[in-house]
């Protein structure tokens, strides 16, 4: 009797990613678009990309328009704000209202604190 050669297998070599760079090239493609959409959905999220989606007269019945608020505003300080939002420097102060526009008066505010000052601050009795 003869023996049959022993014809033993190769182990299998574990397939890495040079033997198949097309799904290498799928993985990172896959992964450029979840950062992109990731990207774009917190972008969204956090109202970065508001300015591009801009409602043409959402109220036509609003009181004013506040051009200087629009997304295509102008520089400020270059153009005068509408009528409407003017105050008028000739109107009578109401006598309810003369007391609050009354300059603040009282001592000059210091850098170094009054004499004494700091003691009433750190006494037993605070």
């Given amino acids: 009797m003869t023996r049959a ?49 801009t409602v043409m007269d959402a109220d036509p019945g609003a009181e004013h328009a506040a051009p200087d608020l629009a997304p295509a505003a102008a520089t400020p300080g270059t153009a005068r704000a509408p009528e409407a939002f003017r105050p008028d ?13 009354r300059p603040a008066t009282g001592p000059a505010p210091t850098m170094s604190p009054e004499r004494g000052e700091m003691a009433n601050q750190t006494g037993a009795a605070n």
């Fill in 5 to 53: 050669p022993n014809k033993r297998k190769r182990p299998r070599k574990p397939a890495t990613a040079a033997d198949r760079p097309g799904r290498t090239r799928m993985a990172v493609a896959a992964g450029a678009v979840g950062a992109i959409a990731a990207g774009m959905t917190a972008a969204l999220k956090l109202g970065w990309l508001d300015r591009f989606f």
């Fill in 89 to 101: 420097p000739t109107a009578p102060v109401p006598d309810s209202e003369r007391e609050a526009l």
